[in-house]
């Protein structure tokens, strides 16, 4: 006997499905992707998730050109389960992370990340179609200020400190750590970045300077 599935688990497998998919390469593809999806037709598209759009179950894998840095997991995930098909003024000005998402069937889709920073929204390209990812309403307070405080090149880790606090599990020392932005909280969620740092000392110090930031995004907190 089968037992019924109900939405909010087939979401939380979707959502594991997808979390297993996920590949970070250093440079993209030499062979883009070219296929056609009639799914994400403007005129048919307009207003509707992803989930709507794609057959996310099928995807084989997804892959992230760059690292956890310049563009986070948890934000990738974020827009393909609640990512919207939205006509909007393009606000994109930072620049562009490239995404493959690869299906089983062998069908390959394009996504560009344009990650803006302080607003509620970050904007992707989907195929031709633009999409708008939320990222945290005001509920969440005055999270922009404090990102925006974030200096790269300039605030130390002492400092960030005073803005965030460490996340839990395993982070790359340097190269990608992960810090709650303090106060910031929708439901049991919280919103985070990721930050690289240029080294004072062969072991994590006060005195190390912030070298990247990445986009913020929400995620569950971690416990060691």
Known sequence: MTLPVNADDADKLLAQHLQGCVRYLGAPSSKPCKSKWPELDADKSMGKGLPALLPLAQVQSIEIFGDEVRLPSPL????????????????????????????????????????????????????????????????????????????????????????????GGISVPFRSERFIVNGAKVADRVLKINVAFKAAHKEPSGQDVVARVSPVYLDFAYCD
Do not use: Y
């Not at 994109?92 to 509620?120: I, M, W, Y």
């Open 76 to 167: 990738v995930l974020q827009a393909l389960l609640q990512g919207r098909v939205a006509r909007r003024d393009v606000r994109a000005s930072g620049p562009a992370h490239n995404v493959d998402l690869k299906f089983k069937d062998g069908r390959c889709l394009e996504l560009t990340f344009f990650p803006v920073d302080q607003q509620l929204f970050h904007q992707m390209r989907a195929g031709e179609q633009w999409c708008e990812i939320p990222v945290v309403g005001k509920e969440a307070g005055n999270w922009s200020s404090t990102v925006a405080a974030i200096k790269p090149g300039a605030t130390t880790r002492e400092q960030l400190l005073r803005l965030c606090s460490e996340d």
